[in-house]
């Protein structure tokens, strides 16, 4: 079987198997495949996402896209943006010399603007962001109330209260509800409880597509810094589960959001090789 080069990245615990595709020679049965396969954790490498780095589908102009990724979740579904993929991703590109910082690379959600901003850190800038719309929301007969809003892809943010009762909250039985609710059908969405204290938000993400709580999430950072910075004065410091800090910036665009800045950790974990089946259907 042919062998498979890899590197496995992290970005504040959110962690993701990324390679070098920019010849295109992967299909997209293969993708799927290749991602439920070694995405899987304790039976493979394990991670959340599965990152290919490609050359943008058309040649750029001047100060465009010369580079592309095609993401995908941890159960081999298709993802137009993850924040902390993205700061992985530019480190990656860099590493491989398929970019110098600051570039520009294409997404399902829009064009990111990537810089390295310091030794294992990165800095995105990520598509502009609508405004956080007032959900009413019944779950097994309790009220409930959060704010919806697409940072790339959509997030429902809750306010759970203070730092005790996020800790309290049932992430995984009230995030799949909320995910799955009828409200968010067809395609769902990443649900947020987040806790705002003097200034800073403390956040745990419920992430569509891996089906459970990660250590971060990055459009889930951003999508939870705009919502406590509107509601309860946020300061755009956000506390991930995993314990390291992203940093939000955003401005304000009639209804919406625009220049929305992304900063955090991204880090090689380690580079490997697989052998992999390219018939293989999972």
Known sequence: MPKINFTKMQGCGNDFIL???RER????????????????RRLSVGADGVIFLENAPTAPADNDAALSWDFYNADGSNAEMCGNGARCFTLFAVALGAATSPFIFATRAGKVRAEISAPQRARVQLPPAGAPALENLSVD???????????????LVVNAGDR??????????LGAALRYHERFAPAGTNVDFIAVQNGETWVRTYERGVEAETLACGTGAVASAIVAGEKWGGNGKVHTRGGDILNVEYQ??????????LEGPAVAVFDGTVEFDLELRV
């Open 25 to 40: 020679r992967w299909t997209a049965a293969q993708k799927v495949a290749f991602t439920k396969k070694f995405a899987t």
């Open 164 to 173: 005790d009762a996020l800790e309290n909250v049932e992430v995984q039985t």
């Open 19 to 21: 390679l070098d595709n």
């Open 252 to 261: 304000r665009a009639g209804a919406g959001y625009e220049s929305i800045y």
């Open 141 to 155: 007969g309790a009220a409930l109330t959060g704010y919806f809003l697409n940072t790339g892809v959509p997030h």
